[in-house]
């Protein structure tokens, strides 16, 4: 599975952004699909995830209550829905896939259970 981020830009505080994440070669259907994101001189943090058919989701404390992560077996592709956006949330952010074989005891909010990843996209919030 390859896999594509896009939708990032330059948003005022309090905007709204929706990314894509559009998997390519292979079905979504057989991973859990994780957001993460990373700022300037700060290591790579956890958003969002999605368990392999969108009933379970996990979001990071910062988060929550503002983005909604969601994913079309249909399409291939998930999404990352962010409102009131933050002049913190400013960062690259980076769709994963994590195998659901090796990690089906739990959605996994690690960056290292992800093994697949996306090119990133960068988005900006204005203040």
């Known amino acids: 599975v390859q896999l594509q981020a896009s939708g990032g830009g330059l948003v005022q505080a309090g905007g709204s952004l929706t990314l894509s994440c559009a998997a390519s070669?292979?079905?979504?259907?057989?991973?859990?699909v994780g957001w993460f994101r990373q700022a300037p001189g700060k290591e790579r943090e956890f958003v969002a995830a999605?368990?392999?058919?969108?009933?379970?989701?996990n979001y990071a404390g910062s988060v929550e209550g503002r983005f909604t992560i969601s994913r079309d077996s249909a399409k291939n592709m998930a999404y990352l829905q962010m409102d009131t956006l933050k002049p913190e949330d400013t960062a690259v952010y980076f769709c994963?896939?994590?195998?659901?074989?090796?990690?089906?005891?739990?959605?996994?909010?690690?960056?290292?259970?992800?093994?697949?990843w996306g090119q990133g996209t960068q988005v900006t919030v204005s203040s």
């Open positions: 994963a896939a994590a195998d659901v074989r090796t990690n089906f005891l739990a959605l996994p909010i690690i960056a290292s259970a992800y093994k697949l």
């Open positions: 070669g292979r079905t979504l259907n057989n991973y859990h």
């Open positions: 999605t368990n392999w058919n969108g009933d379970t989701t």
